[in-house]
């Protein structure tokens, strides 16, 4: 078919045809980065935490004055592995989806003249190691001499685990065990790759979903720290003994005050970390719905409006032997370059508003590939919308067309 009569009679109504190819231009915008955003919290909420999260809960104390770590772990410990079915437990600084203990920046050198990120940094006994279920995938495990008291923040120097992903970011293609870093005097040594393992707060750290699991794991000594322990056990019992542990380090310590918000299973504590991802992508459904429904409404209307007034015309086309698959297609190829110059817009639009989300929210890049399916979305919802106001157009007799003309 010949597009010039439709580009001309486009040209004729220059304010309608722009007023449509920018809702279409908005649409593909919002369509594409809604969709990048989507597939993002989704793919965020589906990270591998490293760990058995089913099997294992947290008692943490919010404060003791006046205690000795090594007193309090004592009672804490004995109270919380004196319940029957509890597997394993141990004290720690933080776990995942909990409370945030230590992010630090690191230095591939000792003069911090390259900087490698801000991964968290777990302070872990070697019960809490076991509790917990790590083990690396590459290297080595930990020696008792290894776990080592804290000085200030962490032990000055000492062998670490860090997770793969880490590993990747800093020493991209090369091996990483055996390679050393450093966080202003404390300097560490990679000692083994544990395959995941993700920050306490994954997605909403200094660098975002892309540091999710950016993790350093350093041994210390029970006595080293105290407030945060872990517990494993069945699945099936361990709603009822997290409950028993929190009355049990009650007792025990009861001049600690209870953190009843932190100490819960952690699969209680990953459910209610990702409530605002999965508040957001509900948020997000909903906009890319109401957007694509307004344009819908947008391309209906005005191809009704289009009809009704090229009428006459059609009437003139259909007495000149025009068939009602050729009316049809005539609308259809309209709405087709219509969309398509929309949808060129919003690429670069959607581009635009990509590099925004990058620099306020450390998003990454838009895969291309959201580009194309955005594009043929919009096509098949501008050909869905005008089939209708199409059809009532085919339908119309050349008589009927004479008489309203």
Same mark, same amino acid.
């Given at each position: 078919?010949?597009?010039?009569?439709?580009?001309?009679?486009?040209?004729?109504?220059?304010?309608?045809?722009?007023?449509?190819?920018?809702?279409?231009?908005?649409?593909?915008?919002?369509?594409?980065?809604?969709?990048?955003?989507?597939?993002?919290?989704?793919?965020?909420?589906?990270?591998?935490?490293?760990?058995?999260?089913?099997?294992?809960?947290?008692?943490?104390?919010?404060?003791?004055?006046?205690?000795?770590?090594?007193?309090?772990?004592?009672?804490?410990?004995?109270?919380?592995?004196?319940?029957?079915?509890?597997?394993?437990?141990?004290?720690?600084?933080?776990?995942?989806?909990?409370?945030?203990?230590?992010?630090?920046?690191?230095?591939?050198?000792?003069?911090?003249?390259?900087?490698?990120?801000?991964?968290?940094?777990?302070?872990?006994?070697?019960?809490?190691?076991?509790?917990?279920?790590?083990?690396?995938?590459?290297?080595?495990?930990?020696?008792?001499?290894?776990?080592?008291?804290?000085?200030?923040?962490?032990?000055?120097?000492?062998?670490?685990?860090?997770?793969?992903?880490?590993?990747?970011?800093?020493?991209?293609?090369?091996?990483?065990?055996?390679?050393?870093?450093?966080?202003?005097?404390?300097?560490?040594?990679?000692?083994?790759?544990?395959?995941?393992?993700?920050?306490?707060?994954?997605?909403?750290?200094?660098?975002?979903?892309?540091?999710?699991?950016?993790?350093?794991?350093?041994?210390?000594?029970?006595?080293?720290?105290?407030?945060?322990?872990?517990?494993?056990?069945?699945?099936?019992?361990?709603?009822?003994?997290?409950?028993?542990?929190?009355?049990?380090?009650?007792?025990?310590?009861?001049?600690?005050?209870?953190?009843?918000?932190?100490?819960?299973?952690?699969?209680?504590?990953?459910?209610?970390?990702?409530?605002?991802?999965?508040?957001?992508?509900?948020?997000?459904?909903?906009?890319?719905?109401?957007?694509?429904?307004?344009?819908?409404?947008?391309?209906?209307?005005?191809?009704?409006?289009?009809?009704?007034?090229?009428?006459?015309?059609?009437?003139?086309?259909?007495?000149?032997?025009?068939?009602?698959?050729?009316?049809? /297609?005539?609308?259809?190829?309209?709405?087709? @370059?219509? +969309?398509? %110059?929309?949808?060129? $817009? &919003?690429? =670069?639009?959607?581009? #635009?508003?990509?590099?925004?989300?990058?620099?306020?929210?450390?998003?990454? /890049?838009?895969?291309?590939?959201?580009?194309? @399916?955005? +594009?043929? %979305?919009?096509?098949? $919802? &501008?050909? =869905?919308?005008?089939? #209708?106001?199409?059809?009532?157009?085919?339908?119309?007799?050349?008589?009927?067309?004479?008489?309203?003309?």
């Amino acid at each position: 078919m010949d597009i010039r009569p439709i580009v001309a009679a486009l040209g004729r109504h220059r304010i309608a045809t722009s007023l449509i190819v920018l809702e279409i231009a908005l649409a593909c915008a919002v369509l594409c980065n809604a969709c990048f955003l989507i597939a993002e919290r989704l793919a965020l909420m589906r990270i591998d935490s490293g760990i058995d999260a089913p099997s294992l809960a947290v008692v943490a104390l919010r404060g003791c004055d006046g205690c000795v770590d090594a007193d309090v772990n004592a009672r804490a410990l004995a109270a919380i592995r004196g319940l029957p079915g509890v597997q394993a437990a141990g004290v720690l600084n933080a776990t995942p989806f909990g409370i945030r203990a230590g992010d630090a920046g690191v230095t591939l050198d000792a003069e911090g003249r390259h900087f490698g990120g801000v991964p968290h940094f777990y302070a872990f006994s070697r019960d809490a190691i076991e509790t917990l279920g790590l083990q690396p995938s590459q290297g080595q495990g930990f020696e008792a001499a290894d776990f080592q008291p804290i000085d200030n923040f962490l032990p000055l120097d000492a062998q670490v685990w860090i997770t793969e992903a880490f590993a990747a970011h800093l020493w991209p293609g090369e091996p990483a065990v055996g390679r050393e870093f450093w966080m202003g005097e404390y300097h560490f040594r990679v000692a083994g790759l544990v395959p995941h393992f993700a920050r306490p707060n994954p997605g909403r750290s200094e660098n975002g979903v892309a540091g999710a699991q950016w993790s350093v794991v350093v041994p210390v000594r029970d006595e080293a720290q105290s407030g945060v322990y872990a517990l494993r056990a069945d699945p099936l019992d361990l709603p009822r003994l997290a409950i028993a542990a929190r009355d049990a380090v009650a007792a025990a310590v009861p001049e600690a005050v209870i953190d009843m918000d932190q100490s819960r299973p952690l699969s209680d504590l990953r459910a209610r970390y990702f409530e605002r991802d999965r508040a957001m992508a509900w948020l997000l459904l909903g906009v890319i719905a109401a957007m694509l429904l307004v344009t819908a409404l947008g391309i209906v209307g005005l191809a009704s409006f289009w009809v009704q007034q090229r009428t006459r015309q059609i009437g003139i086309r259909r007495a000149l032997g025009a068939t009602r698959g050729d009316i049809l /297609r005539y609308f259809q190829l309209e709405n087709f @370059l219509l +969309a398509g %110059l929309g949808i060129a $817009l &919003g690429m =670069a639009l959607a581009y #635009g508003g990509n590099l925004l989300l990058m620099r306020h929210f450390e998003l990454p /890049r838009l895969p291309l590939s959201y580009l194309p @399916l955005g +594009a043929a %979305l919009l096509w098949l $919802l &501008g050909q =869905a919308a005008v089939l #209708g106001p199409a059809l009532r157009a085919a339908a119309i007799s050349p008589a009927i067309a004479t008489r309203s003309a």
